[in-house]
């Protein structure tokens, strides 16, 4: 027997078979006012892809990462932006029946580890559940062998160091709710490809900065406190485990590796890396070497703290509220895959990636300080 599910209140009478329809090259977006969801836009709205984006109801703004795409929808048609949120079921069946997408790329979650173990059940719900909430409103909406599917995994599925680098095969171990719940969605988006057939990949994606990364990652918040301690608009930067190493590539480069999953033949899942890992110490130190103040350490463990060398002045301290309850010590990725099959490739380094970033919010905090005077 064929397992068929269930049929099929909203979908278009004279579906076109899979191939057809694949034609159209319309993109549905979760997250799309997220980091990637901004890149991913720019680059499909490249490609010729009609892009829709799904957002949440906010009392502020929050799509200020789109504000240099978007223009009102008469006058560009091919970028239409939704209200939506992956807790709603019935939201996500209807926009995808409206939208009739031949791409989906699910970026919505709850994506801070340090917030997931303080908001746990809510990110097992939008990151876990969410995702099983997607790939069933495909079903409803009787798509799945017209719809392509990408998984925005992490590889906070490694967690514990089991094995270096870390690949496709190398097992999980998540160390947050955070990742628990992007396990779930890992398996159920294999589980839906297995079931049912359908076009479902995972992307296992190492992490991605970039001068429009959310403020409280690491890198934004050091190259962010950088700029503002070289200005004199910020004493000192506050920081939690300076000696987690992580693989940083850039986010466009990621988005890159995203798009190329779904061109595929079939679907299979991929880890994008950079295949080099540093730790946020050094971070630290190449973001103030950008600005000429180099930083001499002082301490141990909660105690320590970054000199600068030419004023004595400590301008790092580690505050032990920002440490986690359980944390990942060491991500490294191996891309072999990916560079295999996708021919894909990260372009920027991890010294040019520090330099954009510092040099970015340099520029937004001489800005501001121009406007107020
Ligand atoms: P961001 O935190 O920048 O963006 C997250 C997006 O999800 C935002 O658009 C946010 O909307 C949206 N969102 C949050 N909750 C909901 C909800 N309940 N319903 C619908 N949308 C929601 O993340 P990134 O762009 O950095 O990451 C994109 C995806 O990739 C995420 O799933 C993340 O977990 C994953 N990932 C990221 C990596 C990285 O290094 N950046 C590495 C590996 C995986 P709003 O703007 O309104 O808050
Ligand atoms: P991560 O990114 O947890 O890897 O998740 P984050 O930048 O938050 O932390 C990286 C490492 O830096 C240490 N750290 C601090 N982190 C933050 N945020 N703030 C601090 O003050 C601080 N001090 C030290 C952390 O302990 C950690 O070890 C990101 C997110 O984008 C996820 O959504 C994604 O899945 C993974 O990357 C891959």
Same mark, same amino acid.
Request: glycine letters at 8%; charged letters at 25%.
């Given at each position: 027997m064929t397992p068929s599910g269930p049929r099929i209140p909203f979908a278009h009478p004279n579906l076109p078979s899979p191939e057809d329809y694949q034609k159209r090259k319309v993109a549905l977006i979760s997250g799309i006012t997220g980091q990637d969801g901004s890149y991913l836009t720019e680059l499909l709205l490249s490609k010729g892809y009609h892009v829709h984006g799904i957002i949440r109801r906010s *009392?502020?703004?929050?799509t200020g990462r789109l504000h240099h795409l978007y223009r009102d929808q008469h006058e560009h048609p091919k970028f239409i932006l939704h209200y939506g949120d992956l807790s709603d079921s019935t939201n996500l069946v209807y926009i995808i029946a409206q939208v009739q997408p031949t791409e989906i790329y699910n $970026? @919505? &979650?709850?994506?801070?580890v340090k917030v997931s173990f303080e908001m746990a059940e809510y990110t097992g719900d939008v990151d876990g559940l969410g995702t099983l909430r997607l790939l069933d409103a495909i079903r409803t909406c009787g798509l799945e062998k017209h719809i392509r599917f990408y998984q925005a995994s %992490? *590889? !906070? $599925?490694? @967690? #514990?160091?089991? /094995? %270096?680098?870390?690949? /496709?095969t190398t097992p999980f171990y998540p160390r947050s709710p955070y990742g628990c719940a992007k396990l779930y969605a890992f398996w159920i988006t294999v589980n839906y490809r297995e079931a049912y057939g359908m076009y479902a990949c995972n992307g296992i994606l190492f992490n991605h900065e970039s001068p429009?990364?959310?403020?409280?990652f690491v890198t934004r918040k050091i190259s962010r406190a950088a700029a503002d301690i070289s200005l004199g608009k910020q004493s000192c930067l506050y920081l939690g485990n300076l000696d987690a190493q992580r693989d940083w590539g850039h986010a466009s480069d990621y988005v890159e590796g995203m798009w190329r999953m779904l061109q595929q033949p079939s679907p299979e899942d991929f880890v994008l890396a950079t295949g080099e890992t540093h730790p946020v110490r050094e971070f630290v130190e190449k973001s103030f070497h950008e600005l000429g103040i180099e930083i001499k350490w002082r301490g141990k463990g909660e105690e320590e703290e970054g000199i600068d060398? #030419?004023? @004595? #002045? %400590?301008?790092v301290k580690v505050d032990s509220?920002?440490?986690?309850? &359980? !944390?990942?010590?060491l991500l490294l990725g191996n891309p072999a895959k990916a560079e295999r099959l996708l021919g894909w490739k990260r372009k920027v380094d991890f010294d040019s990636l520090v330099k954009e970033m510092v040099k970015a919010d340099l520029q937004a905090a001489k800005s501001l300080v121009e406007d107020q005077n």
């Open positions: *009392s502020s703004f929050n $970026l @919505g &979650a709850q994506s801070h %992490t *590889s !906070e $599925l490694y @967690g #514990k160091v089991v /094995e %270096t680098p870390q690949s /496709e429009r990364r959310g403020r409280t060398v #030419k004023t @004595g #002045k %400590t301008i509220n920002y440490f986690r309850p &359980a !944390e990942v010590d």
